[in-house]
């Protein structure tokens, strides 16, 4: 489907906004109750779609957001269209996920990693998850390099 751009919305893209947003009191959130694609709001319209979050702002504050820059949420709700909860960063000021011991509710470090894959191939996972206090299948998918693949 082709990308919908702000500078195509007509007026009856309000009457459309308003039909597929409900509002949360508590925070003013206008939760989208549209179309998502890949768990983000979409809005379509004619044969095109785009960002909801992104077009929404774009319209309501009657301007257009460079593409570098991705829509942000002061609410946090990912979901949300509120146009006043919406601002724009640049793609390269987003953090990385972090990952391994960086990642803040890790258990192991990476010497505890190192020390699991060296001890693998002689200790079984349960001794080793006893040890290091996580599950036999984490231990699995350390040795298995599907978690801490980074490594």
Request: glycine letters at 4%; one cysteine or more.
């Amino acid at each position: 489907m082709p990308a919908l751009h702000y500078h195509e919305l007509p007026s009856a893209i309000q009457r459309k906004v308003l039909k597929n947003r409900d509002i949360i009191p508590a925070c003013a959130c206008w939760d989208w109750s549209g179309s998502y694609n890949r768990d983000l709001p979409v809005l379509k319209w004619k044969e095109k779609s785009g960002n909801a979050a992104r077009l929404v702002a774009e319209h309501f504050k009657n301007c257009r957001i460079d593409s570098t820059k991705i829509a942000r949420h002061t609410c946090e709700n990912r979901w949300c269209v509120n146009p006043n909860h919406t601002y724009f960063v640049e793609r390269k000021e987003i953090t990385p996920v972090m990952r391994g011991e960086k990642h803040p509710n890790a258990k192991l470090t990476r010497t505890d990693v190192a020390e699991i894959r060296r001890r693998g191939r002689h200790v079984n996972a349960e001794e080793l998850s006893d040890q290091f206090g996580v599950t036999p299948e984490e231990i699995s998918h350390i040795l298995n390099r599907k978690r801490w693949k980074h490594l």
